[in-house]
């Protein structure tokens, strides 16, 4: 089947949200390390390197088993990542406003409704090669940016994938990830301040801890609609 360019650019569209979420995986494989142990840049690429070969050294089960791969992401990164430090920056005003348990409650479940609605592609995109790019990375004492891109294969292009990270405690910690320059933490922020401002924080919370992935779907559909100039 032949694609015109309109196609080709939806399809490739598409190849890119289904990154953004992967690269928010990619972010859970930065595993913590201490500020002065290394650059943010190695931390990134030794930390996806790492995970990678776990999973391909058992890529059937990979492909085939979602709760193995999950259980690698839980068990090995999460523990790792700032979680509350994202599901604060995605709620915004509404953290503020929310209270300790519907904070507890709306991480949890915004977490796991996330890792199985795109966990289990990790598996399926265990041939591409994640690498760092240096010249376009920055780094103070702050904030640092780890610039990457996503090898696609097949003729594709490669996606751009950037990180960024801040110093938590003396330790480096990804806070979001942006894929062709779309951000993560921006988008979900976006879409779930209209999900609040429709039904209130706890509606949106018992969609996520009944496991609703069309709420991550349609967070990622807006991506695609506002890319391609378009309203939904």
Do not use: C
Not at 91 to 103: D, N, P, T
Not at 138 to 157: F, L, N
Not at 188 to 194: I, K, P, S, V
């Amino acid at each position: 089947m032949v694609l015109n360019p309109e196609q080709r650019d939806m399809k490739w569209l598409r190849e890119s949200m289904r990154i953004l979420p992967l690269a928010l995986l990619a972010l859970l494989l930065v595993m913590s390390a201490k500020v002065q142990a290394g650059s943010p840049s190695e931390l990134i690429q030794q930390s996806i390197d790492e995970v990678y070969e776990i999973l391909r050294a058992d890529e059937t089960r990979a492909q085939e088993d979602p709760e193995f791969v999950i259980g690698v992401i839980k068990d090995k990164i999460l523990p790792n990542v700032d979680v509350d430090g994202m599901a604060r920056l995605v709620l915004a005003r509404h953290w503020r406003e929310a209270s300790s348990e519907q904070r507890t409650r709306f991480t949890e479940a915004f977490t796991e409704t996330l890792l199985k609605a795109y966990g289990v592609q990790l598996g399926d995109h265990l041939d591409k090669d994640v690498r760092v790019i240096e010249r376009r990375s920055r780094q103070d004492d702050r904030m640092a940016v780890v610039a990457t891109e996503v090898v696609m294969g097949s003729g594709q292009s490669n996606i751009q994938v950037n990180y960024r990270l801040r110093p938590v405690n003396g330790e480096w910690k990804v806070f979001d990830v942006e894929a062709e320059g779309l951000s993560f933490v921006g988008n979900f922020r976006t879409r779930f301040n209209e999900e609040i401002n429709r039904g209130g924080l706890d509606a949106l919370i018992e969609r996520l801890e009944d496991g609703d992935e069309d709420l991550i779907e349609d967070a990622v559909g807006d991506i695609n609609a506002a890319s391609n100039g378009q309203e939904r």
